[in-house]
């Protein structure tokens, strides 16, 4: 079981990423063009979000049977750059991320505005991915991880 959660969660960032850049080019050519929002617009914001929200909870169930988090001793988590990584810096970015992109899409979706809607999206998705990027644990940064 832990194996195939850390392969579907390693694979899904790419997936993640794929859908959040799509959905920002998509809302940042269209504000800028003035274009009208329509359907296609909607379901692009939709599934960065439902990949977004995918991967949260294979998160979610890693983060209590992962070896890598210590969360019932908050100190020597701490002490250890990689266990403090998963224990507390990639769950905050990742969270503060996931707030973020939701937030986006509720915000665009009640905007009546259809310049306003794709500059929502565009900035909240954006800040989103931008934490993203900085909470993922590449494999140049020494924690052990893989590229998929
Ligand atoms: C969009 C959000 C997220 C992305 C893109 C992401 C991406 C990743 C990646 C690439 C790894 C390394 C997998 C490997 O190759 O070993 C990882 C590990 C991990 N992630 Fe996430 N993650 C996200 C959100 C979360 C959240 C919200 C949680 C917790 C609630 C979480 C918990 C973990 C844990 C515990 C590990 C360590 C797994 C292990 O190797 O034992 N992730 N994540």
Redesign the pocket.
């Given at each position: 079981m832990y194996p195939m959660l850390?392969h579907a969660?390693?694979g899904l960032?790419w997936l993640?990423l794929i859908f959040l850049v799509l959905a920002i080019a998509n809302a940042f050519s269209k504000w800028r063009s003035g274009a009208a929002y329509d359907s296609s617009d909607k379901r692009k914001g939709l599934l960065a979000l439902i990949f977004?929200h995918l991967?949260?909870v294979i998160?979610?169930g890693?983060?209590f049977i992962?070896?890598?988090?210590n969360f019932g001793d908050m100190a020597a988590a701490m002490g250890d750059k990689a266990t403090r990584f998963?224990t507390v810096e990639?769950?905050s970015l990742?969270?503060l991320?996931?707030v973020l992109i939701t937030i986006g899409y509720s915000k665009a979706k009640r905007n009546v505005n259809d310049t306003g809607k794709f500059k929502t999206t565009f900035w909240f998705y954006f800040i989103g991915l931008i934490l993203?990027l900085a909470?993922?644990?590449w494999p140049f940064l020494g924690y052990g991880?893989?590229w998929f």
């Open positions: 850390v969660h390693s960032r993640v977004s991967q949260f998160g979610l890693l983060y992962s070896p890598r988090v998963f990639h769950l990742m969270i991320a996931l993203i909470g993922i644990p991880t893989g």
